[in-house]
């Protein structure tokens, strides 16, 4: 994800833009056709390593992404970069191999939609 040089400034979590705190909720709640209506059309996710393009993809992404495992999540910190990309922290704990994780959601919005979407450690 291209974004400025700049140093982000940690926010706190209601502060997010609406669309991110959407996403995150209907995300968290495994409700992929609510997540998607917070994308752009040629939206891109990456997470784990690949990448889905456009609303078939993602929606096929957003379906899958965490059924392998059983976890909990919790948003533990945000930053504004800039007021088309924002980052939230998560911290994963589950049945998956390690037990803890510690994931960035880096988003690209543009009027009101999430352009771009990249999930990683």
């Given at each position: ?21 959407a996403f995150l ?97």
């Amino acid at each position: 994800m291209s974004t400025p040089d700049t140093d982000p400034t940690s926010v706190r979590i209601d502060h997010l833009p609406a669309t991110v705190r959407a996403f995150l909720a209907a995300h968290d709640a495994r409700e992929a056709g609510a997540a998607l209506r917070t994308l752009a059309p040629g939206a891109v996710v990456v997470d784990d390593g690949r990448t889905h393009r456009g609303p078939e993809q993602v929606l096929q992404f957003l379906r899958d992404a965490g059924t392998r495992f059983t976890y909990t999540s919790e948003l533990v910190g945000a930053q504004r970069v800039d007021d088309a990309h924002w980052v939230t922290s998560h911290h994963l704990v589950g049945d998956f191999p390690g037990g803890t994780a510690d994931l960035r959601y880096r988003f690209a919005l543009e009027d009101d939609l999430i352009t771009e979407l990249v999930i990683a450690p």
